[in-house]
């Protein structure tokens, strides 16, 4: 990867952009600190690996040059599906597993790219993520409820085992963690309603923490472990190919879902700050990103709609409020890691739990259920899906699967209509009635949108519907672009009936690649060149010669 983006960036930055962005970068560090600490927690991991991802992922971006203001990090969806799909590894050696899976999602991140499938995600239904989304927010606060309370027990993944987890542990509730993750909770939904310019979660935990400090509670709740540096250091993880095998449709489930924020990132931006963005270059540039992140002890990063919207509220003006965040981030986990130690874990989990909770739009659900019975069983199917699966990469299969059916539903609707064509103007009906087909000279039925073989039984039976004896049909063909043999078979059907009932069929609008296609087929020497013709550049013309050929053949019938 060459760095001329960022010689670029350097040799034309404006300096009077550096206050804007300096006053961005510490905005944000306020934020990415304690909520990717959090993030690490639902992870499963250590809370300083949150810190390690951020310094990495922000530094090498800016580096690498990502998107000018998309902000990279952990984020709370990628951080649970590692959770979710490497529970079997709890008994082993987790951190390692975490650290192979993030290297295989950058690899796989890489190659997606290059086979530029990156852009697929935006086949994913809206009210497919919406309904995954909402099932990962109650996934990821029924996950801290044991931390809060002060239980040390695996509460499991899908939702069930973790009430069942809860319920069998009430007898060993530790009071002072429920009194801290309570206090936090409510400090930050006071602080963000109060003071809504001073950093919520990063005051909470601070207070929080000083608290416990003050108060010599460290020893009588879980609190922050930390043994590491703040400084990440370069790790070469055990490349244990042995469980490629168990991860790999992990890998490709979270690979999906580091795809879905960054698109809907960069839609944004493309439409607030006019940039246009390479799609697959930005997905290559995140694989390179996850992969050197592997080696210095973080996890899965993708783009943070949080993060970004922060970054640009707070009024970054360029990409260096990402790398001067990361700067910020590895300077406040060297000041300040020894006194880490005294941020309780119930502190965080709270912080998770106001998270989850801001993640679940009711308004919108409530819209999606209103606006189509259809897209409200998506909703639900996808929400059970999330919180029933054993494994999360199930639940994200099964929302790719309802997206693909989605989209089948969408593109195998064949269109047909009926045009009126009196004095040589066109007028779209919807469908004539038996008695008024039968007393006109002659049909034109207007057939439209993908004719494929999955649309061959809708085909079937519009077209039958359509039948009546002894007629001309004038078929319109313009607006098909594509057609199939199993589709051409069902019109080559409706010929036969049409012909065996003394009717005639005329073919208007045809484009030269489904004129090849019925030739091949046999139907223009089964009704006749001369009865076909192709598609001009004035709209209907063709259809007008098709209709004078339709008089023409009633002046031989009466003859």
Known sequence: MKFTNLLKSITSYNINYLKYDIKSSFTLATVAVPQNMAYALI????????????IVSMISASVLGISNFMILGPTNIIAIAIASNLAFLKNGNYL????FLTFLVGILQIIFSLLKVGKLVNYISHSVIVGLTTGLAVLIGAGQINSILGIKADSGITLVSKIKSIISNLANINYYSL???LTTIGLIILLKKLFKNIPSFLTSIILVSLAVYILDMDN???????KQSGIPEFHIFNFDF???KDMFTAAVSITILSFIQPVSIIKSLEGSKGQKVDFNREFTRLGIINIICSFFKGFVVTGSITNTHVNEQA?????FSQLLTGIIILMLSILFSPIFKYIPIAAL????????????NIKEIKHIIKTTRFDAIVIIITFLATILAPRLDYAVYIAVGISVILVLRRISSPEMDHINFEDETPEIVEKKSREKREREDYIILNLGGPIYFHA?????????????KNQKFILRLRNVKNIDYTSIKEIDKFIDKVMDSGGRIIISGVKDRVHDALEKYGIVDKIGEKNIFKKQNKFFSSTQDAIDRAKDLSDENDQ
């Open 349 to 360: 989990s709270g912080l998770v739990v106001v998270v989850a909770y801001n993640m679940i």
């Open 242 to 244: 042995g469980l490629m």
């Open 456 to 468: 061959a039984n809708k085909l079937n039976r519009m077209l039958a519907d359509s039948f009546c």
């Open 96 to 99: 390692e597993g975490v650290l």
């Open 179 to 181: 009194l801290v993750g």
């Open 220 to 226: 009588l709740l879980h609190v922050v472990r930390i």
């Open 315 to 319: 009024g970054a003006k360029s990409r």
């Open 43 to 54: 992870a499963g991991v250590n809370p300083i690996y949150g810190i390690y991802a951020s």
